[in-house]
């Protein structure tokens, strides 16, 4: 675990470059859709991160982009949460700390927290089930987990 401090903001138009550095990444995208052109990364941009209520925002660590969270309604009850990171950062306990600042959000929004994720992502399913995340089904071939009511 990294000691070092993540902030989430709001994309900017400027974030174009290091976003499409990231979804071209063959390794990133592997369990999530076949690597962006840039031309689909300004589409995602536009309307996931710019939109008037975006859906996943960018992450800097020391002022520098190391990827995105998804962090949007799910349902009436529960906000999607989830990240894309670069590799660089991988295993450094960012996607964690992350969760857990994303749970922290939608706690304070009163809602509960869902993450989903491809069936192979063994990765992501552990870190749901270290915050006490448990599989609640399936939906469009994605593993379900939602945040357990005694967390």
């Known amino acids: 675990m990294t000691s070092r401090e993540l902030l989430i903001r709001k994309m900017t138009f400027a974030d174009l470059d290091d976003l499409c550095a990231l979804l071209s990444d063959s390794e990133v995208m592997r ?26 925002y960018a992450v800097e660590d020391s002022s520098s982009f190391i990827g ?19 590799r660089e950062v991988w295993g450094q306990g960012y996607a964690s700390l992350l969760t857990k600042m994303l749970i922290d959000k939608s706690q304070k929004l009163g809602k509960g927290s869902i993450i989903e ?33 005694s967390h």
């Open 31 to 56: 369990y999530i859709e076949p690597p962006f052109s840039k031309e689909q990364t300004a589409q995602f941009l536009m309307d996931a991160g710019l939109s008037e209520n975006p859906l996943v």
């Open 68 to 86: 995105y969270v998804i962090f949007h309604d799910y349902d009436e009850d529960n906000m999607e949460i989830g990240w894309i990171l670069k």
């Open 117 to 149: 994720c491809d069936p192979r992502q063994a990765v992501t399913k552990h870190i749901a089930k270290k915050h006490g995340f448990v599989f609640s089904g399936k939906r469009d071939g994605c593993d379900v987990y939602k945040l357990s009511n």
